[in-house]
């Protein structure tokens, strides 16, 4: 059983930046595929950012390219999202989870993921 621990959410303002940490444990980090997805009040939780297990491949929504960055650090057993130029529609839950072998492409679909954290909420004021 993999659990997964999201921190470094908080309040910033428009155009300020955050790092969002996930901190995986009980299970072999290095074979997950990670993704970040959000949710806000009212709406449909999606998709973010997306990492392959080989720290390689990458994906992103268009609402975050440019913007956001998602890393990992496999000896560290966690994986980042450096987010920028912060909107007040970036306001959300930011949750992380992991996947077991499944295409870049595949990593979208939030039913692909085998594990979730709990969230770390993101506020941007305008």
């Known amino acids: 059983q993999v659990q997964l621990v999201e921190s470094g959410g908080g309040l910033v303002q428009a155009g300020g930046s955050l790092r969002l940490s996930c901190a995986a444990s009980g299970g072999t980090f290095s074979r997950y595929n990670m993704g970040w997805f959000r949710q806000a009040p009212g709406l449909e939780r999606e998709f973010v950012s997306a990492?392959?297990?080989?720290?390689?491949?990458?994906i992103y929504a268009d609402s975050v390219r440019g913007r956001f960055a998602i890393s990992r650090d496999n000896a560290k057993n966690t994986v980042y999202l450096q987010m920028n130029s912060l909107k007040p529609e970036d306001t959300a839950v930011y949750y992380c989870a992991a996947a077991v072998d499944i295409s870049i492409t595949a990593m979208r679909h939030l039913r692909v993921y085998d594990y979730w954290g709990q969230g770390t909420q993101v506020t941007v004021s305008s």
């Open positions: 990492i392959h297990w080989n720290g390689i491949s990458t």
